[in-house]
């Protein structure tokens, strides 16, 4: 089945303890991205990847670290977690198709707590 | 930059009627696409429809069409015989066509009255 998976789909952590969300797609997509979404302000895009090492920020990259190093794979970091990043994060993969993107492809969705 | 703009927070249907969401972006791009996604209570993100910016011609998808008016940069939601399971959040999106970069509005809250 193609997928976008995400794990934790649940986490609840304190400021400052550095964490790891995964995100992993089957479709061999090259595009990747994370998004955060929060009420009255929709998704917004933190960073993205056009392929394996080549990633670029987004609209709220502030706080966050990406990794490209395999296609299917597309970590996103927080390295040193605060209040205001208690989010639902979403991963997403697209491919290109004919030189331009279609659709993303989007995973379960991880509600992160910050305390 | 590229901004969405969904100007109702909150709407209603009864069963089987139709309803209309309202979408507008902002952009000088020539080449782009939009989207619908629904978002159910389950949080998942879920494709409705897409519509290329080249694309004179409306997209349709069963019970779902838009209304793509280029020129007022205008993306409207139709929703035919609204049925139960249409209840979500429903948020309108923009895409340029050369990278990743996706804008989405802040949703409109759809509910579906029996």
């Known amino acids: 089945e193609a997928q976008v998976t995400q794990n934790p789909r649940y986490l609840i952590t304190v400021t400052g303890k550095k964490l790891t969300v995964t995100c992993s797609q089957n479709?061999?997509?090259?595009?990747m991205s994370w998004y955060r979404q929060d009420p009255g302000l929709g998704l917004r895009q933190i960073y993205y990847s056009m392929n394996v090492e080549v990633t670029d920020k987004g609209d709220v990259p502030e706080g966050y670290k990406v990794s490209r190093k395999e296609k299917r794979n597309f970590p996103l970091i927080l390295e040193s977690p605060s209040p205001n990043q208690t989010s639902l994060y979403f991963c997403?993969?697209?491919?290109?198709?004919?030189?331009?993107?279609?659709?993303?492809?989007f995973g379960p969705g991880t509600r992160l707590t910050v305390l | 930059a590229q901004t969405v703009t969904q100007s109702q927070p909150e709407m209603s249907v009864q069963e089987a009627e139709t309803v209309t969401l309202s979408c507008t972006y902002d952009?000088?791009?020539?080449?782009?696409?939009l989207f619908w996604y629904k978002q159910p209570p389950s949080r998942q993100m879920i494709l409705v429809i897409r519509?290329?910016?080249?694309?004179?011609q409306n997209a349709t998808e069963n019970r779902f069409s838009v209304n793509f008016q280029k020129a007022a940069k205008s993306f409207s939601l139709k929703i035919s015989d609204s049925q139960l399971g249409d209840t979500a959040m429903y948020f309108c999106a923009f895409m340029k066509g050369n990278n990743n970069d996706m804008r989405f509005g802040a949703g409109t809250r759809l509910t579906v009255k029996p």
């Open positions: 479709m061999n997509h090259e595009y």
């Open positions: 997403a993969s697209n491919t290109l198709w004919g030189g331009t993107s279609v659709e993303q492809f």
């Open positions: 952009t000088s791009e020539n080449n782009y696409y």
């Open positions: 519509q290329e910016a080249y694309k004179q």
